[in-house]
Structure formats: structure tokens, C-alpha cells
């Protein structure tokens, strides 16, 4: 079997041709959607993201700005950038760009984010809506996975779906999302015992730990969707993921790339948050 190739590029490409529209029919009512990115310090790959949803919103008609700090800012520094953008009516929606530098309190940052503005989702307000079911932002990355599997043709009813990697920014919210969806999902980490076991055994495997060709042939059940979000420059230079992309498609049942997999979906899914945070605080639901 040669897995479907989930083409994340293609998938963003549709999603955002949707959401330039509704831009559009927002800019008609003098409604303009504002990006506003918080960046602090000079991180190579931090630069290339934030720089990216910077062109992405810009290209379906939002506003976007990048408001880039030094590197040896304080946390009060950071603190009074956010509460400007916080009380800027014409902001929509705000992210601050992690990992920050270590005099910088990433907790107390994320808390300080209006929550009707935290595109991220990762005010600890937003985080809390999402577990009780209320409306809220869900994280990019998570979101823009749901968007994947949802093009991979699979109920999720019942099926064994096995994550990797248990942070706040992906494996645990995308946890709670598959479990909505009725999934069963065992998230696996680096002191799990059975990981071998649950990965043959599981229908989808989404892989977000960040270690290059963690995830081989010989854990994939045939047939399985693997989604890949890992993302980390190898010796070449070039980015890589957490699957062991050549050996796993000949396997699987779909697969994503990288890069061109959840990455686009990712910046998709801030451009959509930022769209609804403006509808929201218009009324529009
Ligand atoms: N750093 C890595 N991923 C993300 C993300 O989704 N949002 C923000 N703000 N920073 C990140």
C-alpha cells in the first residue's frame, strides 16, 4: 500500500481562499481584521514563523504587524506592549511568538493576553473553556490537525488514536479535540512504557515531539493515518519531521509531509481565529 499524501499547502490553499472572502464581505461593512504579533528576540526559526502569518493575513486582506522586541527586554517591557495591544481597538487579534527569553515569564505573559483577543488560545481562561466546552480559540496547531484528518476521509468514532508528545501548544489540546470526536486517545510521552504497543495498535498516529524519525515502518499499523508535526532543522539544514516519511507511506494509509503538511494548516488557523475574534467583538457569530 502507498499512503495518500496529505497535502497541507493544498488544503491551507482552499481554507484561506474562504477566508479571504469573508474578509472581503467584512472590509465591505468597514470591518478590517488586525494581526498583531508580539516577537521577542532574535530566534532564526521564531523570525521565519511569525514573518509567515505576517504575509499570510496580509494576503487574504488582513492587517498584520509585527511589534519585534530586543532580546534583553523585561518582562515589565513585554507586559506594557501587551496591555497597548490589549486596549487597541483597532487589534483584533494578538500572539505572542514562544519560546521567550528566560527573564520573561511565559506563564505571566500568556495570562496578560485579552482573552477575546488570544488567537493562540493560550490564556489560561481559553484553555479552561475549552475542557468545559464553551466557546473559545482553539490552538492553531491542534486545529489545523482536526482540519488534516478531516480530508483523510476517517470517522474518528471509536478509533484507537495514539499522541505523541504532551505539550500545552499541541498533545494535550488536540487530545481533548479527538476525544470529542469520540476517538480513543492514549497520549504517549517519554516516560511511557508501552509506546511500541499503542502505536501498532493505533488507527491514527499524530506525532509532536520535535526528535527526528522517532516514529519508523515497524510502529505504523498498515492502514494508519500519521500525522506529522514535528518540525526540526536537520544536519542538512533542512527541516524535519518526528516520521520517517520514505519508509512510513509505503505503509500507511495517509500520511502529511514535511514540511507542506500541518505547517500551512497552522498559519490557517491563526488567520481564522484572528477572523473570528473580530466577528465576536462585532457581534457576528
Ligand atoms: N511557538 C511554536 N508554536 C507556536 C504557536 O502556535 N504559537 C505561538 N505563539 N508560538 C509558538
Redesign the pocket.
Known amino acids: 500500500m502507498v499512503a495518500k499524501i496529505l497535502d497541507g499547502k493544498e488544503i491551507a490553499k482552499d481554507y484561506r481562499a474562504k477566508l479571504k472572502e469573508e474578509v472581503e464581505r467584512l472590509k465591505k461593512q468597514n470591518i478590517v481584521p488586525k494581526l498583531s ?1 508580539i516577537l521577542v528576540g532574535n530566534d532564526g ?2 523570525q521565519s ?1 511569525v514573518n509567515s502569518k505576517k504575509k499570510a493575513a496580509e494576503k487574504i486582506g488582513m492587517i498584520s504587524e509585527i511589534v519585534h522586541m530586543d532580546e534583553s527586554s523585561t518582562e515589565e517591557e513585554v507586559l506594557n506592549e501587551l496591555e497597548r495591544l490589549n486596549h487597541d481597538d483597532s487589534v483584533s487579534g494578538i ?5 521567550l527569553p528566560d527573564q520573561v515569564s511565559e506563564a505571566k505573559i500568556l495570562e496578560a493576553i485579552d482573552p477575546s483577543k488570544d488567537v ?1 488560545g ?1 490564556n489560561p481562561i481559553n484553555i479552561g473553556r475549552l475542557y468545559t466546552g464553551e466557546r473559545t480559540f482553539i ?3 491542534p486545529l489545523g490537525i482536526m482540519e488534516i484528518l478531516k480530508h483523510a476521509d476517517i470517522d474518528l468514532k471509536g478509533k484507537n488514536v495514539a499522541v505523541i508528545g504532551r505539550s500545552h ?2 498533545g494535550q489540546p488536540v487530545s481533548k479535540l479527538l476525544t470529542d470526536q469520540d476517538a480513543t486517545v492514549t497520549l504517549l510521552h517519554s516516560k511511557s512504557q508501552n509506546t511500541e504497543e499503542v502505536l501498532k495498535n493505533s488507527d491514527v498516529i499524530v506525532s509532536a515531539v520535535g526528535r527526528i524519525h522517532l516514529v519508523t515502518k515497524d510502529l505504523v499499523k498498515p492502514g494508519a493515518v500519521v500525522i506529522d508535526v514535528g518540525n526540526t532543522p536537520g544536519e542538512d539544514g533542512k527541516l524535519k519531521g518526528d516520521v520517517d516519511f520514505q519508509s512510513v507511506k509505503e505503509i500507511a494509509g495517509a500520511i502529511t509531509p514535511v514540511p507542506g503538511g500541518v505547517g500551512p494548516l ?1 498559519i490557517t488557523m ?1 488567520l481564522n481565529n484572528t477572523l473570528l475574534a473580530e466577528k465576536w467583538k462585532n457581534g457576528i457569530e
Do not use: G, H, K, N
Open positions: 504579533v526559526a521564531s514563523y500572539l505572542v511568538q514562544v519560546p493562540d493560550f490552538p492553531c496547531t501548544i499541541v497552522t491563526v
